[in-house]
């Protein structure tokens, strides 16, 4: 038997055998000391019959919250390592996670790779071949273009030029914009400034008539496109000044009547013993004066006032259309009008038809009173 240290057992003893027992210590004065045997000492477990076993109360869960606070996106719970290989979409940054306990509140989760993403890539990169690089997205405004060859360059250059139609399209629509713009603008000054502008040069015209009378002016040659006279159409409203000749932008242009009274187309004037007083006007633009004279009726009166008398002449006929070669109408007897022997008669001629110069209409009429401006105005004025 080979005796060892007290807290070993000796290893080469038979297990049949009865163990020694260790030595006690001296009892130390004041204590009592108890010997317990070696077996008692190292037995396991031990069991206490006084001690009761602890009860473990449950712990009460706490009372929700009135009012929960959505936890902080940094706060989020991570989605499980499988869910990195699910297939994920634009959309999956928008959506909202709701914690459990908290239907009512929702959390957003960081835009961006998760961790399960980060963790597959790094673990890729070490793979042969790694994971296969996501297909470039065309959406994504900061992907740079891939360069083009110079051969593309030209290309694209050609393509973005335009054909030759294109620009032979677009000079022909410029150029038809252009000119309905000018035809717009041309009519705009033919129906309307010109009337405004004869208006004004007519108006004038007449003072400066009226200014002379009132001087006492020595009768005479009047110059072409000088005023002498002012006709008055009392049914047509018409009150304008006579100028000498039929010069379009001396007289007529200016919104005045003029007076045939050169070379071949003399005609007589209103003060004349006996002759045709003839007279031409525009019908349309310039002031128009004789626009309406179609309207005008046997009987009506026409007026005409010079420095001495005022002459009035009753309409007689109408010839709506002749050419404009037939000078006939002007005679000191115009026998189209129905006169037959010589006395003093007044003709009207304008165009026709209105906008046109192609024909010409001429009214007639002949003379029933001359009245010195000393007695006033005649009744067809008073009227």
């Given at each position: 038997?080979?005796?060892?240290?007290?807290?070993?057992?000796?290893?080469?003893?038979?297990?049949?055998?009865?163990?020694?027992?260790?030595?006690q210590p001296e009892a130390i004065p004041g204590y009592e000391q108890?010997?317990?045997?070696?077996?008692?000492?190292?037995?396991?477990?031990?069991?206490?019959?006084?001690?009761?076993?602890?009860?473990?109360?449950?712990?009460?869960?706490?009372?929700?919250?009135?009012?929960?606070?959505?936890?902080?996106?940094?706060?989020?719970?991570?989605?499980?390592?499988?869910?990195?290989?699910?297939?994920?979409?634009?959309?999956?940054?928008?959506?909202?996670?709701?914690?459990?306990?908290?239907?009512?509140?929702?959390?957003?989760?960081?835009?961006?790779?998760?961790?399960?993403?980060?963790?597959?890539?790094?673990?890729?990169?070490?793979?042969?071949?790694?994971?296969?690089?996501?297909?470039?997205?065309?959406?994504?405004?900061?992907?740079?273009?891939?360069?083009?060859?110079?051969?593309?360059?030209?290309?694209?250059?050609?393509?973005?030029?335009?054909?030759?139609?294109?620009?032979?399209?677009?000079?022909?629509?410029?150029?038809?914009?252009?000119?309905?713009?000018?035809?717009?603008?041309?009519?705009?000054?033919?129906?309307?400034?010109?009337?405004?502008?004869?208006?004004?040069?007519?108006?004038?015209?007449?003072?400066?008539?009226?200014?002379?009378?009132?001087?006492?002016?020595?009768?005479?040659?009047?110059?072409?496109?000088?005023?002498?006279?002012?006709?008055?159409?009392?049914?047509?409203?018409?009150?304008?000044?006579?100028?000498?000749?039929?010069?379009?932008?001396k007289v007529l242009d200016r919104g005045m009547v003029g007076h045939?009274?050169?070379?071949?187309?003399?005609?007589?004037?209103?003060?004349?013993?006996?002759?045709?007083?003839?007279?031409?006007?525009?019908?349309?633009?310039?002031?128009?004066?004789?626009?309406?004279?179609?309207?005008?009726?046997?009987?009506?009166?026409?007026?005409?006032?010079?420095?001495?008398?005022?002459?009035?002449?009753?309409?007689?006929?109408?010839?709506?259309?002749?050419?404009?070669?037939?000078?006939?109408?002007?005679?000191?007897?115009?026998?189209?009008?129905?006169?037959?022997?010589?006395?003093?008669?007044?003709?009207?001629?304008?165009?026709?038809?209105?906008?046109?110069?192609?024909?010409?209409?001429?009214?007639?009429?002949?003379?029933?009173?001359?009245?010195?401006?000393?007695?006033?105005?005649?009744?067809?004025?008073?009227?």
């Amino acid at each position: 038997m080979t005796t060892g240290s007290p807290w070993f057992r000796a290893t080469n003893v038979p297990e049949d055998e009865p163990q020694a027992v260790p030595a006690q210590p001296e009892a130390i004065p004041g204590y009592e000391q108890t010997a317990y045997p070696y077996e008692q000492e190292y037995a396991y477990p031990q069991e206490y019959p006084d001690q009761q076993p602890y009860a473990y109360e449950p712990i009460p869960e706490p009372a929700p919250s009135p009012d929960p606070v959505a936890e902080s996106p940094y706060e989020a719970p991570q989605e499980p390592y499988e869910a990195a290989y699910e297939p994920r979409d634009e959309t999956m940054g928008l959506r909202t996670v709701e914690p459990a306990g908290t239907p009512e509140t929702a959390v957003t989760p960081l835009a961006g790779p998760g961790r399960a993403e980060r963790r597959r890539a790094a673990k890729g990169k070490g793979r042969k071949g790694g994971l296969p690089a996501p297909a470039p997205d065309s959406e994504t405004p900061d992907a740079p273009a891939a360069p083009m060859s110079r051969v593309e360059a030209r290309r694209a250059a050609r393509a973005a030029k335009d054909s030759v139609g294109v620009v032979a399209s677009r000079v022909v629509g410029e150029v038809f914009i252009t000119f309905g713009v000018v035809m717009l603008l041309f009519v705009t000054y033919q129906l309307w400034w010109t009337n405004v502008r004869a208006d004004q040069q007519a108006n004038q015209a007449k003072g400066q008539i009226e200014d002379a009378w009132s001087k006492g002016r020595a009768p005479g040659a009047f110059e072409p496109g000088q005023g002498f006279a002012i006709m008055y159409i009392p049914k047509l409203d018409v009150v304008v000044p006579v100028a000498e000749g039929i010069s379009k932008p001396k007289v007529l242009d200016r919104g005045m009547v003029g007076h045939y009274s050169e070379g071949t187309l003399k005609t007589a004037m209103p003060g004349d013993k006996q002759g045709n007083f003839a007279v031409a006007g525009h019908r349309n633009t310039h002031g128009e004066p004789f626009r309406y004279i179609n309207q005008l009726e046997p009987g009506d009166p026409i007026v005409v006032e010079t420095q001495d008398a005022y002459y009035t002449y009753e309409m007689a006929s109408i010839l709506p259309q002749t050419a404009p070669s037939n000078v006939s109408v002007i005679d000191p007897v115009p026998k189209q009008a129905g006169f037959k022997q010589p006395g003093r008669y007044i003709t009207l001629t304008t165009c026709t038809p209105e906008f046109t110069s192609t024909y010409r209409m001429i009214v007639w009429g002949k003379m029933v009173e001359e009245r010195p401006r000393s007695k006033g105005k005649p009744d067809a004025l008073l009227g």
